[in-house]
């Protein structure tokens, strides 16, 4: 059964950082491209980074490049995204996803609240 | 990066049909099979139910289907049951390693 772990949300003052975890199992991590999606309170689904399974291509969305990074332990079967430069639009569910035929399988999410 | 245009809501009582419309451009859902829809309930994490615009992943009732003409990607339920009453999103890749989400819809089950 395939399984996603998102940990490392909490609350950060704006400007801050965070590093977000996503531990898989029940899959061959290393063969699968992973991606991190969020979602605002009582908003719809952006979709924010994702990384190759190899870890030398990413991808991000306007709003977070330059800020963010997704990065990735195969050894460690873990996801993770290095939020930097935190804004209070930044706050959301996050949740990491497995690329099947798509974005196949989620985790349950982290919390990530930007405020002072 | 503009999110794809989807309806806030629809509705359909039960047993009927109801098609969800996710509007995009030439540069993401009108080149690319790689539109796909996901189902997410209250409190919940999102669900995978139509990929590749038509692909149904295991355990997903066939009352679900996807299709697509030009920049437009549609989701159409039929034989709507209760539990089908949740948000849905369509997502499409746009290339350069990026994918956009819709906006969601709300499907009520009148």
């Known amino acids: 059964e395939v399984q996603l772990v998102e940990s490392g949300g909490g609350l950060v003052q704006p400007g801050g950082s965070l590093r977000l975890s996503c531990a898989a199992s029940?899959?061959?991590?290393?063969?699968?491209?992973m991606h991190w999606v969020r979602q605002a309170p009582g908003k719809g689904l952006v979709w924010v980074s994702r990384?190759?399974?190899?870890?030398?291509?990413?991808g991000y969305a306007d709003s977070v490049q330059g800020r963010f990074t997704i990065s990735r332990d195969n050894a460690k079967n873990t996801l993770y995204l290095q939020m930097n430069s935190l804004r209070a639009e930044d706050t959301a569910m996050y949740y990491c996803?497995?690329?099947?035929?798509?974005?196949?399988?989620w985790g349950h999410g982290t919390t990530v609240t930007v405020s002072s | 990066q503009s999110a794809l245009t989807q309806p806030p809501s629809a509705s359909g009582s039960p047993g009927q049909s109801v098609t969800i419309s996710c509007t995009g451009t030439?540069?993401?859902?009108?080149?690319?099979?790689?539109v796909s829809w996901y189902q997410q309930h209250p409190g919940k994490a999102p669900k995978l139910i139509i990929y590749?615009?038509?692909k149904r992943p295991s355990g997903v009732p066939d009352r679900f289907s996807g299709s697509k003409s030009g920049n437009t990607a549609s989701l159409t339920v039929s034989g709507l049951q209760a539990e089908d009453e949740a948000d849905y999103y369509c997502?499409?890749?746009?290339?350069?390693?990026?994918?956009?989400f819709g906006g969601g819809t709300k499907l009520t089950v009148l």
């Open positions: 996803a497995r690329q099947g035929g798509s974005l196949d399988d």
């Open positions: 029940g899959f061959s991590f290393s063969s699968h491209w």
């Open positions: 990384i190759s399974n190899e870890g030398s291509t990413t």
């Open positions: 030439s540069s993401d859902v009108g080149s690319y099979k790689y």
């Open positions: 590749e615009v038509n």
């Open positions: 997502c499409s890749y746009a290339g350069n390693n990026i994918d956009i």
